[in-house]
């Protein structure tokens, strides 16, 4: 019965070991990169918020695929300055989703915006979150 007990606790130091070190590695994303896209306003009258709703895609992407990307594909952000303005927002991700191809759209900013952008998310079956809580 020790000695039984003694292969198991020894089996199971040595599965500890080896997952650690296969789960601890960093894997390097591949393969065709996850487009996510749309519009910010990063500049005009909301600017000020757009540059800190880019900040915090920026940081993520790169914290995403720092870990392996996802889905193990990398990320790659396309996002336009639509200079504050609905119409544009409503231009750029119409460009982004039948131009750029992207697989996702970014959550808009600020509410007029993504009022806006509703029928164009609508019309190509996206998923659409918009920022600030709208």
Not at 10 to 19: E, G, K
């Amino acid at each position: 019965m020790k000695r039984c007990r003694a292969i198991v606790l020894l089996l199971s130091f040595a599965m500890i070991f080896i997952t650690s070190a296969v789960f601890g590695q960093t894997a390097t994303p591949s393969g065709d990169p996850i487009k996510i896209g749309g519009s910010l306003p990063l500049t005009g009258m909301a600017s000020e918020q757009g540059k800190w709703v880019k900040a915090g895609y920026d940081w993520w992407v790169e914290d995403v695929n720092s870990r392996g990307g996802l889905l193990g594909r990398p990320v790659k952000l396309i996002l336009y300055d639509d200079e504050s303005s609905a119409e544009k927002a409503v231009t750029y991700y119409e460009r982004a989703i039948s131009v750029d191809k992207v697989d996702l759209v970014s959550g808009g900013y600020p509410g007029p915006s993504n009022v806006a952008l509703m029928p164009v998310v609508e019309k190509y079956k996206k998923v659409f979150i918009g920022q600030g809580g709208h």
